[in-house]
């Protein structure tokens, strides 16, 4: 079974930085960022393949945001720039078992709980 923990979010001001973490138990996977927010639908944020080496972002965080991982500390980053009000939401970390990233939310099969991110104007 996978553990997915996220951590590092937190009110900030628009313009401001930020990064999360995602420490993961277990294997390594193809993993990724989702954010929900109020009477939103939960959307793609960034995924990076299992080696670190592929990567690909949701248009609206794409030159902002950048994600990285540590498999050595089975841990995976999303380092967030130039933040707006309307990044605001909960990001969930998540995982499959693939080797590349994918957009799709039916592909991920682990869950993290959620990190809030809140911007303020």
């Known amino acids: 079974q996978v553990q997915l923990v996220e951590s590092g979010g937190g009110l900030v001001q628009a313009g401001d930085s930020l990064r999360l973490s995602c420490a993961a138990s277990?294997?390594?996977?193809?993993m990724g960022w989702f954010r929900q927010a109020p009477g939103k639908e939960r959307e793609f944020v960034a995924g990076?393949?299992?080696?670190?080496?592929?990567?690909v972002y949701g248009a609206s965080v794409k030159g902002r945001f950048t994600i990285s991982r540590d498999n050595a500390k089975n841990t995976m980053y999303l380092q967030m720039n130039s933040l707006k009000p309307e990044d605001t939401a909960v990001y969930y970390c998540?995982?499959?078992?693939?080797?590349?990233?994918?957009?799709?939310?039916?592909?991920?099969?682990?869950w993290g709980q959620g990190t809030q991110v809140t911007v303020s104007s």
């Open positions: 277990g294997r390594t996977f193809a």
């Open positions: 990076i393949g299992r080696s670190g080496a592929s990567t």
């Open positions: 998540a995982a499959f078992e693939g080797w590349y990233p994918s957009t799709r939310q039916d592909a991920y099969n682990y």
